[in-house]
C-alpha cells in the first residue's frame, strides 16, 4: 500500500471497475459492457499534518516513526519554563481572591454597603416629614416669643443710655445684652426653620444620588460575593472587586492557553508517518512537525474517472476494486462524488471517492 498512497504518481493501481461482476478479469469504459474503469490510489480516511502556532526550541519529541498514537496523546513539547511560572503565578491569584479570607471580606463589605443603603432611604424619605415633632416646633415658637420680648427690653435699655460717653459701663452692659438677645432670637428662628421647613432642590437632589450610589454599591457587592462562591453572575455585573477577579481568571486561562500551545497532541487515532524535528531545534509557526495517518481505515480515490464516465456513477453504487500489487479484486462502494471538476492530462475529471467493503 506504501506505493499507493498520494505521494506516488497517479498510476492506474488500483483499478476501480462499476457495475463489474465479481469475476471480472477484464474492464471496459464508457457504456460499453454496461461498466465503467478508472484508476486511483488507496489512501486513509484521515491524516493530520501537525505544526505549533508559536515559534520556539523544541524540548523533547515523545514518539518515533512507525509508533501508533491515540487521539490526545502528546507528540512533543516546546520549552516553556517561563510559561509554566506565569501559570503558576496565575493560579495563585486567582486563590488568592477565592480564599476564606476574601469571601469573609466581600460578606463584610456586603453587610456595610446594605447599612449605608439603609441609612441613605431613611434620608430620602425624611424630606417627605418635617425634622421635627410638633411639640418641639410648638416649644421653640414659645422661645421665639420670649426671645424677642427680651431683646426688645434689651433694646430699650441700650436707648435709654445709648447718649453716654463710649467706655461708661451702663452704657457697655446694655449694648452686650441686647447684642447677646439678638443672637439669641437669630439662633431660634434658625431652629424653627429648620424644623418646620422642606429641603431644597439641590438637597433633594444630593440625597437621591447617594441613594443610588448606595444601591449600587449593594447590587455590587453581592455579585461579586456570588462570583467568589463560584455561583453564576450576569453577563452585566460590574465593579472593581469583579473586574478583578475576572482579569485573574482570564490571566489564568491566558496562561494555560499558551501553555496547551507549547505542546502537540494528536487529534486522531493513527500511526506516525513523518517527523521533521528533533529536540533542540528550533521550529517555527505553521512548520509541519508530524504527519500522523490512520492505516486501519482506508479508502480508494479516483485520478482519471472522465467527464464522460461520471454521468453513469452513482453514490452507493458497487464497484470492484483490483488491487495489482496485491494480484486480487475486492468489492466496495461509492460513496461520494467531488461536484468539483479537476484536469488531468488536458482531460476534464471527477474525484470519486470509493469504501472499501472487505479490506485485505
Known amino acids: 500500500l506504501a506505493a499507493c498512497t498520494s505521494n506516488a504518481p497517479a498510476t492506474a493501481i488500483p483499478t476501480v471497475v462499476l457495475n463489474a461482476p465479481a469475476q471480472a478479469t477484464s474492464v471496459s469504459s464508457g457504456s460499453s459492457g454496461g461498466s465503467v474503469a478508472a484508476s486511483g490510489v488507496i489512501v486513509p480516511e484521515q491524516e493530520a499534518q501537525m505544526a505549533f502556532t508559536m515559534s520556539g526550541s523544541m ?15 502528546v507528540l512533543a513539547e516546546l520549552d516553556n519554563a517561563s510559561i509554566q511560572l506565569d501559570l503558576a503565578q496565575a493560579k495563585r491569584n486567582l486563590l488568592e481572591l477565592n ?21 441613605q432611604q431613611d434620608k430620602v424619605d425624611s424630606q417627605f416629614y418635617r425634622r421635627a415633632s410638633d411639640t418641639l416646633i410648638d416649644n421653640t415658637q414659645g422661645e421665639i416669643d420670649l426671645a424677642k420680648q427680651a431683646l426688645t427690653r434689651a433694646t430699650d435699655t441700650y436707648k435709654s443710655v445709648a447718649r453716654l460717653e463710649d467706655g461708661d459701663s451702663r452704657k457697655a452692659a446694655a449694648l452686650v445684652a441686647m447684642t447677646n438677645a439678638q443672637l439669641r432670637l437669630n439662633d431660634l428662628l434658625a ?3 429648620w424644623y418646620s421647613g422642606k429641603p431644597s432642590e ?22 461579586y460575593l456570588s462570583a467568589i462562591k463560584g ?3 450576569p453577563a452585566e455585573a460590574t465593579g472593581s472587586n469583579l473586574g478583578r477577579l475576572q482579569a485573574a481568571k482570564t490571566a489564568l486561562a491566558a496562561a494555560q492557553d499558551r501553555l496547551d500551545h507549547t505542546r502537540l497532541l494528536s487529534p486522531i487515532p493513527g500511526v506516525v508517518v513523518k517527523i521533521n524535528s528533533i529536540a533542540g531545534e528550533t521550529v517555527s509557526p505553521g512548520q509541519v512537525i508530524f504527519l500522523i495517518s490512520d492505516v486501519t481505515k482506508l479508502h480508494v480515490e479516483t485520478t482519471d474517472l472522465s467527464e464522460r464516465d461520471v454521468p453513469s456513477v452513482e453514490v ?4 470492484m476494486i483490483s488491487v495489482k500489487a496485491l494480484n486480487t479484486s475486492i468489492p466496495g462502494h461509492v460513496t461520494s462524488i467531488s461536484p468539483v471538476a479537476d484536469t488531468l492530462g488536458g482531460d476534464v475529471v471527477y474525484k ?7 479490506p485485505p
Open 352 to 358: 470519486t471517492t470509493i469504501a472499501i467493503d472487505s
Open 231 to 233: 455561583e453564576v453572575v
Open 316 to 319: 452507493g453504487q458497487n464497484v
Open 59 to 73: 524540548k523533547s519529541v515523545n514518539v518515533a516513526v512507525g509508533d501508533q498514537v491515540k487521539p490526545g496523546q
Open 191 to 193: 431652629k424653627y426653620n
Open 99 to 119: 480564599s476564606p479570607a476574601s469571601q469573609a471580606a466581600a460578606e463584610q463589605a456586603l453587610a456595610v454597603a446594605k447599612q449605608n443603603l439603609k441609612d
Open 202 to 223: 439641590i438637597d433633594a437632589a444630593l440625597a437621591q444620588a447617594k441613594l443610588d450610589v448606595a444601591k449600587a454599591a449593594v447590587q455590587e457587592a453581592e455579585w
